[in-house]
């Protein structure tokens, strides 16, 4: 394991073209995000917090500056290697889910599997592993449902076996609670904490401040700028990292 | 992701919607369906004339009258007489046997049973060895019946039954019925034969040439010119000599004509001949059935393209899920392609079950003679396989270009 940060952003700038106009979506963004740490990003919309998630999700091209993802420069990668990045290095929880409606609980948790070139695992083993990361959200018995029979809180779950089930560097949570009620928001919050605890690397956005207090620090976007870092008190050092 | 992966992804997601895929795979199914049917009809069809032909006599030679242009203020020119017949046979020694007809119908009669517009056969003796037809009972026609114009008759099977009923009510041997003008004295009935070539062979009174000329269509002038005959059958006494013998008789009958060859009044032709002249009215038939085939195959994959158009269109999110979570364009359009291939696959198999199922229907039904060719259900299904990924990669391609994060947002 290389002792570089999960993340290192310098400089990161991203320019849209609405027609005429050219839209500064983020106007030069430096951010440092140390291995086992969870952070918080916080600001109102149009602070550019979707456009700086996108980016360090890899689901888009910044307009100029660097991004390091686990030492790696993956700014100017092409579309292949950026899903490849997605596939082995990140692991999504979105606001609404995202899991593959028509499809099983653990098929859903599969899926990143499936499109891993370097995943050669036999089909049982892969069913196997996927069975264990939903008994490991506290879903073994729900393996077989579809999403639609599901409450929002088990889909949240099932979303974070499959975020998980490649091993990523860094867990990417946009809104994890935002379509939840607050019971089933305090057991997601309690499974981030612990995948933390265990010294995985999370990084979430959301515009609640007490959901944003299970973060070590809150970094706070304002048009496109850091406008704040917030520590919360918590302090990184003390966490275990046996996953490490 | 792995070739099998792809399959099952692509298979899942039919099975996800099957009333839509089933209809998709409708016009697909018809199509190939149709090219099966059309060409097991027309197989069957060609099937059944060869063998009609084939029945028509061995190693047969046909020398038929040409169309004459006939010129204003003279008699008809050329055609065939009876003569040609027995110069050909005296000096062609190639030739094993010969039949000559002159045919015309007529009113027959027996106690009180009358039949109508019965065709009356003017021959040969040589008729049932050239033709392949055997006499049941009595005798045919004799040479002794030509030279004296006896006026005998030997009836169809099937004729016989009506004039005489059943089996066994009463003998037709020796009994005189009543043709046209003339009391023939029946000596002999034909063994069942069937329709050759379009003519009930059943039903039909054979009479000595000699007696068709005489007594039912003489002619001002037969003294002249001899006896004019539609057709005259040479058998050839193996195959081997057949071309050799059409090469003499061609050559006999413009001497005695007085024709080029190049302006023959006749035309020499083989079974083969026939066969050919069949199989190219057959074969035009079947290019225009397969014009017909392959329209509606295109329609199917237009109605393929449509569907993944849309199916895209609508799994917008569900693609972007799959790049968030790392599928490449390559996964994406693999997918769809598999998709769209496995529709028009599954589309042709169903195809060619409805098509064997329907050629064996209208072969029922339809009483008509249908063989499914093989190789009709390889060049159906082949064409399904390609239209499945000719009309499937506009819409795979359109999905694989998709921006993920487009697509997440997609409702």
Redesign the interface.
């Known amino acids: 394991m290389s002792a570089a940060p999960a993340i290192e952003i310098t400089g990161l700038t991203k320019v849209y073209q609405v027609g005429e106009v050219e839209v500064h979506a983020l106007g030069g963004i430096d951010l440092c995000i140390q291995r086992g740490e969870f952070v918080a990003i916080m600001g109102p919309s149009g602070s550019g917090k979707s456009t700086l998630m ?1 980016i360090i ?1 890899c ?2 091209h910044p307009t100029a500056g660097s991004y390091r993802l686990d030492g790696q420069d993956v700014s100017a990668l092409d ?2 290697a950026l ?2 990045i ?3 290095r990140i692991g ?1 929880v ?1 606001q609404s889910f ?6 099983s609980a653990l098929k859903n948790v599969m ?2 599997m ?4 370097h995943n050669r695992l036999p089909r049982g083993e892969r069913l196997a592993q996927a069975a264990a990361a939903l008994e490991a959200v506290g879903l073994g018995d729900r393996m077989a449902h579809v999403p639609a029979e599901l409450s929002g809180g088990q889909r949240q779950r099932v979303a974070i076996a ?1 975020a998980l089930i ?1 091993d990523p560097v860094i867990v990417l949570a946009d809104e994890p609670t935002g379509n939840l009620d607050t019971h089933s928001g305090q057991e997601i919050m309690a499974i981030l904490d612990e995948l933390n605890a265990r010294g995985r690397t999370i990084v979430m956005v959301t515009h609640e401040a007490e959901i944003a207090a299970h973060a070590h620090r809150t970094i706070h976007l304002r048009d496109g700028l850091v406008e704040a870092v917030v520590p919360n008190g918590r302090d990184l050092q003390e966490a275990p990292r046996e996953a490490l | ?2 070739l099998s ?1 792809t399959l099952a ?1 692509a298979w ?1 997601g039919l099975l ?1 919607n099957k009333l839509r895929a089933l209809l998709t795979m409708l016009g697909v199914i018809i199509g190939v369906a149709a090219v099966i049917i059309m060409m097991a009809v027309s197989a069957g069809t060609e099937a059944t004339i060869a063998e009609q032909i084939n029945s028509l006599g061995a190693n047969l030679i046909f020398v038929n009258s040409a169309m004459m242009r006939m010129t204003p203020g003279q008699p008809q020119q050329g055609g065939l007489v009876y003569d040609d017949a027995e110069a050909i046979v005296d000096s062609v020694a190639t030739v094993a046997g010969f039949a000559v007809e002159q045919q015309t119908s007529a009113t027959v009669k027996y106690g009180n049973v009358s039949l109508d517009s019965i065709t009356l056969l003017g021959t040969t003796p040589d008729f049932p060895s050239v033709r392949d037809v055997a006499v049941a009972s009595g005798r045919f026609v004799n040479q002794t019946d030509l030279d004296r114009t006896a006026r005998v008759a030997v009836l169809g099977a099937s004729l016989a039954k009506e004039l005489f009923g059943a089996a066994g009510a009463a003998d037709p041997i020796g009994a005189r019925i009543t043709v046209g003008t003339e009391k023939l004295t029946v000596v002999g009935v034909m063994a069942p034969k069937g329709t050759v070539a379009g003519q009930d062979w059943d039903a039909r009174v054979y009479t000595p040439i000699t007696v068709v000329f005489a007594k039912y269509l003489p002619s001002r002038f037969s003294a002249m010119m001899g006896n004019s005959v539609r057709t005259i059958y040479l058998q050839a006494a193996s195959p081997e000599v057949i071309d050799d013998t059409i090469l003499q008789v061609k050559l006999l009958l413009a001497r005695r004509h007085g024709v080029s060859l190049d302006a023959a009044d006749f035309t020499v032709q083989t079974q083969q001949d026939i066969i050919s002249t069949q199989e190219a009215t057959t074969e035009a038939f079947r290019n225009l059935l397969g014009w017909v085939a392959g329209v509606s195959l295109i329609v199917g994959g237009i109605g393929i393209m449509n569907i993944m158009i849309a199916s895209v269109t609508e799994r917008t ?2 693609i ?12 994406i359009r693999l997918q769809f392609l598999a998709e769209a291939l496995m529709l028009s696959l599954v589309g042709g198999l169903l195809g060619a079950l409805a098509g064997v199922a329907g050629s064996w229907v209208f072969a029922r039904l339809g009483d008509m003679r249908t063989v499914v060719a093989p190789g009709s259900i390889a060049l159906a299904f082949g064409s399904a396989a390609l239209i499945g990924v000719f009309f499937g990669y506009y819409p795979a391609n359109r999905a694989a270009q998709l921006d ?2 487009e697509s ?1 947002r997609h409702e």
């Open positions: 996108n999700g689901l888009d579309r292949i899903a490849r997605r596939n082995r999504f979105f995202n899991l593959l409606s028509r499809t899926l990143p499936i499109y891993d070139p499959r490649n | 992701m792995k992966e992804v899942e996800t999110r569900e972007g899920i799959r790049q968030a979570v790392g599928a490449t364009e390559t996964d993920p994060i997440l």
